[in-house]
């Protein structure tokens, strides 16, 4: 896990030496562990450097082959790279690291652009090639690692955080409207290629990006999620998919032990989590340490999960740790966490998240984490209201987007209206091959694109603002698409996920999933009362704010005047999304 960087120059000239520096500079924190930078004519790139494999100099970063003519800077971890690091040396390769990255510069001159499809992780990278002057950047399947890009005057730049590129200067930071819809329909999901500033975009999942020396692009998507099935699949009984799951989990969770450092785990003492120390210890990992955060109870809403983590810490005689928040502290470090996000994001638990992963790293450098389980198995409340759906596209928007089109409109100003992308995007994406059902249609929509802009992009900024790397079993690209083959009544079972508790119920105790699904608010944030009230409306009310012009003032007021009243179907505050952006905008622009 680290931070990339680069400029590629189609005016004949030396890239900027102080713009990248800057940009290496703002991602220090995704990589505490060691720096460089490699310069030449007509491009130059840079990394930051968080030492998970092969912990010596040998896989220092930006890496550069002469026998090749091949360098790279890469962000991520390659679960298999041992494995394609044999087949590589059967073919004649030779090594001088042991690690990941010299494996993708070895496996691209062996196999061209398609090495990607070989490879089992999160990655995003850029690879160039000596002689030709060609590029080529490339994303994982489920977008776990970021990827961000601006064209400047005579170049592109690009970068693992979006902050990193504005600090560099000559970035149109004028708002894209098709990226505030989506931003206020989605609860903060901005798909790629968009993001909320007009000069910056987002190389989208599973895509290859081809940069020729005259500035010509070409982009190919390498992967789609299918949810064909056959004849088999379809009759298959509800425990042979079970039994087939747990195998495919299992296979995940171990992948994600590939490391030079001890891997441990977060533990919120959910099913997914809970699942996942239990298939951890029984792939044999010892002295497992884990991880819970918790806060305090509030208006009767209770604040923790700890008794539930304890029951599968001492089940798995783990080393646990728990880590208590007061609600004083979630808001004090509120600027930090927005700081720490390359896009506003509106979630409660991105502050928990930050805290939590500020402790974890004291202790440790890698942990597996649940995310993606509710997707890729069914496991909100709108899938239920899908099934045998006649309007599937109506239905969903209905249960998932935080405001129609029509209030949208009265919110922002004119300059803003655009056309309706938010319902325009999802019928496009229903409307897709590969997906039938109305259930899977959505699942495949929440899998590839609102998870990877929401909670994995969150898991992302908040672990690597502290050098910690967060890998995501449940995100497996095998794991997802073999879920994917599973038929949906499977997937709803048991209030959602039946097929995932089934399987969970071989490996850990039963009390931890016969019981309500845990949320916990951040009150300050959800019910915006006292010092966060205050300051959302200070930054609405700012002349910054004023001088952007996003929203009409008299619709802004009405939620300024009853944040309480005013609540997206998912029970966001719709005041929160407002405020956020503004205070993200000056915290990242000013």
């Known amino acids: 896990m680290c931070g990339i960087a680069g400029e590629i120059r189609f005016d004949g000239q030396m890239p900027d030496a102080q713009a990248l520096a800057c940009i290496v500079g703002a991602q220090e924190k995704r ?63 030779t090594f001088y690291s042991h690690g990941d990255t010299e494996v993708l510069l070895k496996a691209y001159h062996a196999w061209g652009p398609d090495f990607v499809k070989r490879l089992n992780g999160m990655f995003a990278f850029a690879i160039w090639e000596r002689d030709s002057g060609k590029v080529l950047f490339g994303r994982d399947r489920l977008g776990i690692k970021p990827f ?12 693992s955080s979006l902050p990193a590129l504005v600090k560099a200067g000559g970035v149109d930071t004028a708002i894209d409207p098709v990226a505030l819809n989506s931003y206020l329909s989605f609860h903060a999901v901005v798909p790629a290629p968009y993001t909320l500033l007009r000069g910056v975009r987002k190389l989208p999942p599973g895509h290859l990006m081809e940069v020729l020396p005259d ?25 042979d998919w079970r039994d087939m799951l747990l195998e495919e989990l299992r296979a995940a969770v171990k992948r994600r032990l590939v490391a030079d450092v001890p891997v441990g785990a977060l533990l919120s003492g959910g099913v997914d989590s809970s699942l996942i120390v239990g298939l951890m210890a029984e792939a044999g990992v010892t002295d497992l340490h884990t991880y819970n955060v918790g806060f305090e109870d509030v208006g009767g809403e209770k604040g923790n999960e700890f008794e539930y983590a304890q029951i599968v810490a001492d089940e798995f005689g783990t080393t646990h ?23 506003p994001m509106v979630s409660h638990d991105c502050i928990g998240f930050y805290l939590l992963s500020e402790a974890v790293s004291r202790r440790t450098k890698v942990v597996q984490s649940g995310q993606g389980a509710d997707e890729v198995f069914g496991g909100y409340h709108w899938y239920p209201k899908l099934d ?7 239905d969903y928007l209905a249960a998932f987007r935080d405001r129609d089109h029509a209030e949208y409109k009265a919110l922002v100003k004119p300059a803003y209206h655009a056309d309706d992308f938010s319902g325009q995007f999802v019928a496009d994406h229903f409307a897709l091959p590969g997906a039938d059902d109305p259930v899977d249609k959505a699942l495949r929509l929440d899998t590839t694109i609102m998870l990877v802009d929401d909670p994995v992009k969150r898991v992302d900024n908040m672990t690597m603002a502290f050098g910690l790397e967060a890998r995501v079993p449940f995100l ?32 850990i105790p039963a009390a931890v999933i016969d019981r309500p699904k845990g949320y ?17 409306r200070d930054a609405l009310h700012s002349q910054a704010a004023r001088e952007r012009g996003l929203f009409n003032t008299a619709e802004m007021d009405k939620y300024l005047s009853a944040p309480s009243d005013h609540i997206t179907p998912l029970r966001g505050s719709k005041l929160w999304q407002l405020g956020l952006l503004e205070w993200w905008l000056q915290t990242h622009l000013s």
Do not use: C
Not at 46 to 57: C, F, S, V
Not at 148 to 159: H, P
Not at 478 to 506: D, M, N, Y
């Open 31 to 93: 990589g505490p562990d060691g720096a460089g930078v490699h310069m030449q004519l007509g491009r130059g790139f840079g990394h930051r450097r968080l030492k998970i494999m092969d912990l010596t100099e040998a896989a220092a970063q930006p890496m550069f082959d002469p026998a090749l003519g091949l360098g790279i800077v890469f962000n991520g971890a390659v679960y298999n790279h041992p494995e394609l690091h044999r087949e590589l040396e059967g073919m004649g390769y």
């Open 148 to 159: 961000y890009y601006t064209e400047v005057d005579g170049a592109l730049r690009f970068a």
């Open 215 to 239: 500035g010509t692009r070409k982009t190919h998507q390498f992967w789609t999620l299918q949810a064909n099935r056959t004849a088999e699949d379809e009759s298959r009984s509800f425990d």
């Open 321 to 343: 740790e728990k880590i208590f928040v007061p609600e004083a502290e979630l808001l004090t470090r509120l600027p930090e966490a927005i700081q720490a996000m390359s896009e």
């Open 388 to 394: 045998g759906s006649k309007q599937a596209v109506a």
């Open 476 to 507: 497996d690209h095998e794991l997802v698409e073999f879920a994917a083959r599973i038929p949906a009544r499977h997937k709803l079972t048991q209030g959602g996920k039946g097929i995932l508790k089934e399987a969970a119920r071989k490996v």
């Open 520 to 536: 916990f608010p951040v009150p300050g944030l959800k019910y915006l009362k006292g010092a966060t009230f205050d300051i959302v």
